[in-house]
């Protein structure tokens, strides 16, 4: 079993940054796939960015050039460094796990944490 607790988020003006960090706890040694998600109120949940066990990453296209996702040297803590947010940034995040090699889709991810809240105010 592994815990996920997101910390991090708020509210920030257009522009800004924000760094949202992920703590892992439990069975983490499993773990091939680390990721961030996100879902605005009436949409389905998308993927952001993730970060599989060989530390190669790939990233939504809406948010390349602006974030970064990174883990810790004992890959117990993930973490996403978001610069010149966007409105369209707004959404609650999510951090997730996975027994695998990262996938795009939500439904692939094993555990989820409980979210924190960005919201970008233009």
């Known amino acids: 079993q592994v815990q996920l607790v997101e910390s991090g988020g708020g509210s920030v003006q257009a522009g800004g940054s924000l760094r949202l960090s992920c703590a892992a706890f439990?069975?983490?040694?499993?773990?091939?796939?680390m990721g961030w998600f996100r879902q605005a109120p009436g949409t389905g949940r998308e993927g952001v960015a993730t970060?599989?066990?060989?530390?190669?990453?790939s990233y939504a296209d809406s948010v390349k050039g602006r974030f970064t996702i990174s883990q810790d040297n004992a890959k117990s803590t993930l973490y996403l460094q978001m610069n010149t947010l966007k409105a369209e940034d707004t959404a609650m995040y999510y951090c997730?796990?996975?027994?695998?090699?990262?996938?795009?889709?939500?439904?692939?991810?094993?555990?989820w944490g409980q979210g924190t809240q960005v919201t970008v105010s233009s």
């Open positions: 439990g069975y983490t040694y499993s773990i091939d796939c």
């Open positions: 997730a796990a996975r027994y695998a090699a990262c996938r795009s889709w939500a439904d692939e991810y094993n555990y």
């Open positions: 970060v599989n066990s060989d530390g190669s990453t």
